[in-house]
């Protein structure tokens, strides 16, 4: 069955009307359904508890970033647009922006004049638009580009199993009788205000995990990833390290298998031995990189010492994690295999 997503639209109003009509009609061609709450009066507190119930039912968050920041909310100092984005991007709500090009900014600058460009909050304006370009968003240089942008972008959202949506009751064959709808709207409502609020707890969860596992605001799988890519060749007799033939491997190798020299630190002394220079000057500078490791200067002597930071050890705790996840999955699949 064919479902319709809700979306809402947010963006500040005056120097938007053009973009902000050109979206609610690409929605409703694309077959969905679009909100906005525009037309309340951003002084309200009470339209606030309102938008923020529309932006709960929504399905999807819409931004369309112009050349103002918008009328300032007293109670949290930014204005209602930078608000909403920031409040759907709290309780998990997919986001997509578009943002104006600066060639556009200029020819609206020309049509409307400076009113559409941002004079009160320029700082204020800079930072939001800092953080809407980090995240998913595409720029637009005439209205066509936002037709473009909202129907790629809901055709995936389309796809997504977690987006419900709302289903015509013409393809709900599941119901029976139309008179029973007021009997269980109330316990339907109470279940899915329940079941919203799990699926925000649960997006608030994930979200706080990823950044619990972020190496120095990177995701781990990443660092890792780079980490993996970088080929080091260890040659065949290397003093310090017993090979018997000559070792091909990457970064995320050696740190692992060196934790324990450089938990305690390996110094560039004279005497070191081969793999203990191949670590100091070939792989090391790479974890700096990524504060996995850090050169420390030995007081009173000209001696630096190469040293695993606190990041690096969080690194080797969830390598050491996942090791262990694996191992655990394999035993539970071999005691399976065997009760069958």
Known sequence: ????????????????????????????????????MELFKSDDKSQKEIIKRWIDESDVYMLILGGRYGSIDEETGLSYTHW????????????????????YLEEKVK??????????????????KKDVLSKICKFYSDLKDIKITVLESLKEYESNPEL?????????????????????????????????????????????????????????????SILKGIEIVIPQGTEGINLSKKWETNV??????????????????????EIEEIIFFNVAPYLMQYGLVEKLKQAGTPVLRMQTT???????????????????????????????
Not at 84 to 103: C, H, L, M, Q
Not at 184 to 199: D, R, S, T
Not at 313 to 340: G, I, N, P, T
């Open 1 to 36: 069955m064919k479902k319709k997503l809700q979306v809402f639209i947010s963006s500040t109003y005056e120097d938007l009307k053009e973009e902000r009509q050109v979206a609610v009609e690409s929605v409703l061609n694309a077959g969905h359904i679009p909100a906005g």
């Open 164 to 224: 419900f949506g709302w289903v015509s009751g013409r393809d709900v064959r599941s119901i029976e009788k139309l008179e029973q709808i007021d009997v269980l709207e109330g316990k339907y409502a109470a279940l899915l205000e329940k079941y919203n609020k799990l699926i925000q707890d649960n997006g608030k969860l994930q979200e706080q995990k990823r950044k619990e596992r972020d190496i120095d605001g990177l995701p781990f799988d990443d660092v890792r």
């Open 252 to 273: 995320h190798n050696i740190f692992v298998r060196a934790r324990q020299s450089l938990a305690v630190g390996i110094q560039n002394k004279r005497g070191m031995a």
């Open 111 to 128: 049509h409307l004049g400076i009113s559409a460009m941002e004079r009160k909050n320029p700082t204020l304006y800079e930072g939001f």
């Open 84 to 103: 909403e984005y920031n409040y759907a991007g709290e309780i998990g709500k997919p986001r997509f922006a578009v943002v104006i090009s600066d060639e």
């Open 310 to 340: 606190k990041v690096g050890m969080k690194y080797l705790k969830f390598v050491d994690l996942e090791k262990r996840e694996k191992e655990m999955a394999q035993v539970e699949v071999a005691a399976s295999s065997e009760a069958e």
